[in-house]
T-cell receptor, first 114, second 113 residues
Framework: TQLLEQSPQFLSIQEGENLTVYCNSS?????LQWYRQEPGEGPVLLVT?????EVKKLKRLTFQFGDARKDSSLHITAAQPGDTGLYLC??????????????FGQGTILTVHP | DTGVSQDPRHKITKRGQNVTFRCDPI?????LYWYRQTLGQGPEFLTY????????KSRLLSDRFSAERPKGSFSTLEIQRTEQGDSAMYLC???????????FGPGTRLTVT
């Protein structure tokens, strides 16, 4: 069974601060995706990382995939209240027949105070 | 808007009743997934379709659950004899061939009273 440990579970910060969310596993993933979810809505895809060591930037968000493809991080620079939400990492297991199904972390609830 | 759509968005039912949810994937996507999400948790995989073939089912999918994708387009998820433990958000996602990205619909929130 592949598990993704996401930390921290809760994050409450002031506008303008930086933050990092971590996603760790003992399993190798062929790809990893980060989503943001608002209450009562489905997850919205932010980014997909595929190559070990890959770094992708989306405005103030920086995503990194670990060299061994077992972990990932999301860094937000100068957080804004509009960044508030649930952030989820999700990986597709490498090897075997995974059919691309996603294994999700528990999520990080981010609150950015004005 | 050509995103994934789900219907209904909310469903309240009494224990023991049957419910059916519908998912319309992005039109050119041949891969379709169902997930279930309970409060405070990340989504959990339920089942996967490639075109009309159901290729994988999670152990979470008890015999009260059935899913179909008869023509390889929309999919339905039926829960028979609902239980309070079935209360959750049911999410559908689709993916194009050769692509990694999965796009989710808005979900169906089921409440069993």
């Amino acid at each position: 069974t592949q598990l993704l440990e996401q930390s921290p579970q809760f994050l409450s910060i002031q506008e303008g601060e930086n933050l990092t969310v971590y996603c760790n596993s003992s399993s190798v993933f062929s790809s990893l995706q980060w989503y943001r979810q608002e209450p009562g809505e489905g997850p919205v895809l932010l980014v997909t990382v595929v190559t070990g060591g890959e770094v992708k930037k989306l405005k103030r968000l920086t995503f990194q995939f670990g060299d061994a493809r077992k972990d990932s991080s999301l860094h937000i620079t100068a957080a804004q209240p509009g960044d508030t939400g649930l952030y989820l990492c999700a990986g597709v297991g490498a090897g075997g027949t995974s059919y691309g199904k996603l294994t999700f972390g528990q999520g990080t609830i981010l609150t950015v105070h004005p | 808007d050509t995103g994934v759509s789900q219907d209904p968005r909310h469903k309240i039912t009494k224990r023991g009743q049957n419910v059916t949810f519908r998912c319309d994937p992005i039109s050119e996507h041949n891969r379709l997934y169902w997930y279930r999400q309970t409060l405070g948790q990340g989504p959990e995989f339920l089942t996967y379709f490639q075109n009309e073939a159901q290729l994988e089912k999670s152990r979470l999918l008890s015999d009260r659950f059935s899913a179909e994708r008869p023509k390889g387009s929309f999919s339905t998820l039926e829960i028979q004899r609902t239980e309070q433990g079935d209360s959750a958000m049911y999410l559908c996602a689709s993916r194009g061939q050769g692509r990694y990205e999965q796009y989710f619909g808005p979900g169906t929130r089921l409440t069993v009273t």
